[in-house]
Structure formats: C-alpha cells, structure tokens
C-alpha cells in the first residue's frame, strides 16, 4: 500500500474565484477529496467505516501557500499521516504546480467518530494506520490557538438545506465559506489567504442560527468564530491575508 498518495487536477474556469484563482473552499475539498482517496486504497473508506457505524471527522485544517493554482493550471495534492495516537490522526498535504514546484502545505487532524453516540474511536489498534505512517514532517506551523481577543464585528446567519451534508449537519467547506464572505471582494482582489486554520469544535444543525464574531484588531490577521445562540463556539478559524505574488 502507498504511503504517500498523489492525485493530479486541472484548474477549470468554472472553478475559479475572481481572481481567477482556486478558492479556498475548493482547495478544502481537495483537502477531504485525497484523504479520501488515500483510505480508499487502503480499502478503509467510508464504505468499511460505516459497517461498523463510524466515520472519519475532519477535526482541524491548517493552510500555508505562497499562491493558488491559476485558471487551466495543471497541479497535484499529495498526501501522507505523519503520526497518529489514539484520538487523532495526523495527515499532511503537499500542492504542486506541474513544474514540480510547491505551490503549500496542509496540516490536518482528523478523527473516527461512532455515528450513534457522536464519540470518538480509539485508533491506536488501526493496524493500517501504523503500518502506513510515512514519519514525513510538514514545513508549516501547527495549529495555534485560536481565541478571539476581542469582537470588532458581527453577523447572524442561519444555515440552509444545501450548507448540510450526509450525516445531517453542516458540511465542513460551508463553514469555511461563512467565514470567507465575512470580507468584501476589495479583500480579496488586494490580498490572498496566505494561512488559514480552522477548528471544529461542534455540530451545527439545518436551520440553525449562529453569529459569526470576527476579531479583526490586526486587519491582516484576523480571528473568527461561529457561535450559538448561548455562545458556544462550533467553529473558530484565522484568515492571514499577504501581499500576492506576481505572476512573472
């Protein structure tokens, strides 16, 4: 069995931003996409999970990239688990532009979560799992601590039929979405994401009303979280926009 996993896409038109660029939200699919596919050949996807009721959760994704693929740019994501204990799994990511040069990295955390009681797995005893850990470090920080020091703004939203996914909840690209429309495309069109972090800390249900506070004392490195109605976070997340590259 592989270790590392590579699959190669193409950057379509319909798939862009504005900018003419891959969003962030469809570099998050990618994200779920390969670590998919990588279990697949494992032969522990969803479809051996779910005969024992259980599920890989996405827990926390980090994000570096020094640019995103542009329109019809060919690129590829490679994955690899780095380590793993008995709550977490921790599974990197690699994006290349054609030309072999890295375009970023991911960090992600995932766990197996029971589907009936909503607890997690123990997964120390996953025989796949410590059989294929690559050992292989990834460049970019790990996850911070991501605590508002203060609200400068906020916004309520409720979430819709199509934000939901599968297992009923809200599908985790959708929160992703939520925090990114929190910024008017002038943001966008001067600055690209440079790091994200996201945490998912508790399910959000269909027709659900959260408030979305964002902490934006540093204008370019801005905290956000997504809360109920008694002010418990679902979600919190750090946009770092940056200067963007040239395109020479």
């Keep these: 069995m592989l270790k590392e996993f590579t699959q190669q896409y193409q950057l379509t038109a319909g798939e862009c931003n504005p900018e003419l660029e891959m969003p962030l939200p469809l570099l998050m699919t990618r994200i779920i996409e390969i670590a998919t596919l990588h279990a697949n050949s494992w032969g522990v996807g969803y479809a051996k999970l779910i005969e024992e009721n259980q599920a890989w959760v996405l827990s926390r994704v980090t994000i570096e990239m020094t640019r995103y693929p542009r329109v019809n740019e060919i690129y590829s994501v490679s994955t690899w688990i780095e380590d793993y204990n008995r709550h977490f799994s921790l599974r990197n990511m690699e994006f290349k532009a054609a030309d072999g040069s890295t375009l970023g990295y991911a960090r992600t955390v995932w766990v197996v979560i029971n589907l009936a009681t909503r607890e ?18 990834c460049p970019i920080a790990p996850q911070g601590r991501l605590k508002l020091q203060q609200v400068t703004r906020s916004q309520d939203h409720t979430f819709g039929y199509v934000e939901c996914d599968l297992n009923r909840h809200v599908n985790t690209v959708r929160y992703l979405e939520l925090l990114l429309n929190q910024f008017p495309l002038e943001t966008y069109d001067a600055l690209m994401v440079h790091r994200m972090e996201i945490a998912f800390t508790k399910e959000t249900r269909y027709n659900e009303t959260v408030k979305v506070n964002i902490d934006e004392t540093n204008p370019h490195d801005c905290l956000l979280s997504i809360d109920d109605s008694v002010g418990v976070s679902h979600c919190r997340g750090r946009l770092v926009f940056a200067e963007r590259p040239s395109e020479g």
Aim: avoid cysteine.
């Design 120 to 137: 997690s797995v123990d997964i120390s005893k996953l025989s796949y799992i410590r059989e294929n850990v690559l050992g292989k470090e």
